[in-house]
């Protein structure tokens, strides 16, 4: 988590202090915490993920992935859809082998639906009447 809080609060261009008050703890608590001396609790963890828009995963080294895209309320462009479907192949590589099984039944019956109704419409080709033939 060190590395990840240090260059967000860079990023932001915060000073420790101004990390410590933004977050509401101490300046040496919040200094142990870059440091990986100690953790944040959850709900300190939380306010600084919401802070920087990151997810939690991220500060806690978990996903290289910062935050997760959101998709616009009206209709989503390329780019997000490319963009958010990086950040799920990323997040589900980080995933224990159960929870990517779990999640493979899930994409499977989704997925399913759609593969069947594809081929459903390539096989319902029409048989040429009899006054399409010649004779």
């Known amino acids: ?31 142990k915490y870059e440091r990986d001396a100690i953790s944040p609790p959850y709900d300190i963890l939380i306010t600084i993920a919401d802070f920087y828009h990151v997810s939690t995963d991220y500060l806690l080294g978990r996903t290289p992935v910062k935050a997760m895209a959101t998709l616009a309320e009206d209709e989503p462009t390329e780019e997000e859809i490319k963009q958010l ?25 989704i997925v399913g639906d759609v593969f069947s109704d594809s081929i459903g419409d390539e096989d319902s ?6 006054s399409d033939s010649t004779a």
């Open 85 to 109: 479907e990086a950040q799920i192949i990323a997040s589900y590589t980080q995933m224990s082998i159960e929870t990517r099984r779990e999640s493979i039944k899930i994409l499977m019956q």
């Open 125 to 130: 080709t029409e048989e040429p009447s009899a």
């Open 1 to 31: 988590m060190k590395e990840q809080l240090q260059n967000l609060r860079k990023a932001a261009q915060l000073t420790q202090e101004e990390a410590a008050d933004k977050f509401g703890v101490k300046l040496s608590t919040y200094q």
